[in-house]
């Protein structure tokens, strides 16, 4: 039997949500990211993530010119994410970090988002954990709901030979002021 891969973990900061142009301002302060657009095609009656994008520049990605963002024609927001755990380390091979690349891949294939085409065909070839937090565009305040309800607060895959495990925290939760575990 060959060994597993060993999985990598993301923890993926995402802010917004944002139209797109105050996403083009959000934006020019990083170099590299994710983006998710969120909203309605043509003849969708619920808002959804409709796809998921990487960039090495993200204030150049999210021009006018892009080709996905045109066809959300209604209630379109744009979150942006950050990624906060460590790069993938070695050569780099591709222009965009393998980190951003396996984050996209795993949110395209296991949401199965419309407007993405490529990574939606077959699942990440390494296994992969994202832990997804998101903030308001102050970049200060959590939100205490995801934006929306089907994109997972955890998507853990551990390879083609596992069932991959998508998470919605939530239910009972109990939410304690640390301030009360004063001793």
Request: hydrophobic residues 40%; glycine residues 6%; aromatic residues 10%.
């Amino acid at each position: 039997m060959k060994p597993a891969m060993k999985p990598v973990f993301a923890l993926v900061e995402w802010f917004g949500p944002y139209e797109l142009e105050d996403a083009q301002k959000a934006s020019a302060d990083h170099d590299d990211g994710l983006y998710v657009i969120i909203g309605k095609q043509p003849g969708e009656r619920a808002s959804r993530d409709q796809y998921i994008g990487l960039a090495s520049n993200l204030r150049a990605r999210l021009n006018g010119k892009h080709h996905k963002i045109p066809l959300v024609t209604r209630e379109c927001k744009v979150w942006l994410g950050d990624v906060l755990t460590p790069r993938t380390p070695g050569r780099k091979i591709k222009m965009t970090d393998r980190m951003l690349d396996l984050v996209e891949w795993a949110h395209a294939y296991f949401l199965q988002l419309p407007l993405n085409s490529m990574k939606k065909a077959k699942p990440p070839d390494r296994p992969i954990a994202v832990y997804n937090k998101w903030w308001q565009t102050n970049s200060e305040v959590p939100y205490k709901r995801r934006p929306h309800a089907d994109w997972p607060d955890i998507i853990d895959f551990f390879g083609e030979e596992y069932p991959a495990k998508l998470v919605w925290l939530g239910g009972k939760q109990l939410i304690q002021d640390v301030a009360s575990f004063k001793v």
